[in-house]
């Protein structure tokens, strides 16, 4: 099954340093790759995608993600982050027999002012 | 563009009783799909629909979950009766087509067994 995983249960950065959320992938065959963004008590925001194509993919709110084939990775990125930054990241990987998204747990992030 | 509708945004209810969620999809997405998320956890997902037919529902717990999308539209998970493990949010998500195109989320609804 095709599975990712988010090593750090939370991230801390200063507003206006770049910050990066990580997650590795495991798949058989070409993955397809998401992050989605979830605030308290909403539900899960669409940030970018990754299906084939450019290494380097550019998302909604000013954030990108990197697909990384030989290390396995598809790290959020965003080069200044603001305190309305701050929520839960979910990586999610498409799984190929049933069309669903696979989460992983989920990244804090706290971005301080 | 409306978005994913979702109702109720919060339930409360006493264990061994029934409980209902509606979601109303983005229009024109045949796909949908009903996810659980436990606190602390990524999404989960329950039962998927393309049009009318329920094509994924190996992860549903059959004995007291049921969900229906009647006329390929809306679509309502149930369960009965709901146990305390029950207690978690649940999304409904809908998508233009099922291959790679995104699915969007709806604000879920919060359950609390008591």
């Known amino acids: 099954a095709q599975s990712v995983a988010q090593p750090e249960d939370q991230v801390n950065v200063a507003e206006g340093n770049p910050l990066t959320v990580k997650c590795t992938y495991s798949?058989?065959?070409?993955?397809?790759l998401f992050w989605y963004v979830q605030y308290p008590n909403r539900g899960l925001q669409f940030l970018l995608k990754?299906?084939?194509?450019?290494?380097l993919v550019k998302g909604s709110y000013g954030f990108e993600a990197e697909f990384n084939k030989s290390q396995t990775s598809f790290h959020l990125k965003k080069p200044s982050a603001l305190v309305s930054d701050s929520a839960l990241y979910f990586c999610?990987?498409?799984?190929?027999?049933?069309?669903?998204?696979?989460f992983g747990k989920g990244t804090s992030l706290l971005v301080t002012p | 563009e409306a978005g994913v509708v979702q109702s109720p945004r919060y339930k409360i209810i006493e264990k061994k009783q029934p409980v209902a969620f509606w979601c109303n999809p983005i229009?024109?997405?045949?796909?949908l799909y009903w996810y659980l998320q436990n606190l602390g956890q990524g999404p989960e997902l329950l039962i998927r629909?393309?049009?009318?037919?329920?094509?994924?529902d190996s992860q549903l717990p059959k004995d007291r979950f049921s969900a229906e999308r009647l006329k390929g539209v809306d679509s309502t998970l149930k369960i009965q009766p709901a146990e305390l493990g029950d207690s978690a949010v649940y999304l409904c998500?809908?998508?233009?087509?099922?291959?790679?195109?995104?699915?969007?989320f709806g604000p879920g609804t919060r359950l609390t067994v008591l």
């Open positions: 998500a809908s998508s233009l087509e099922q291959n790679t195109d995104t699915q969007y």
């Open positions: 798949v058989s065959g070409n993955p397809y």
């Open positions: 990754y299906i084939t194509g450019d290494n």
């Open positions: 999610a990987v498409r799984d190929y027999s049933g069309y669903a998204l696979n």
């Open positions: 229009s024109g997405h045949n796909t």
């Open positions: 629909y393309e049009n009318e037919e329920a094509v994924d």
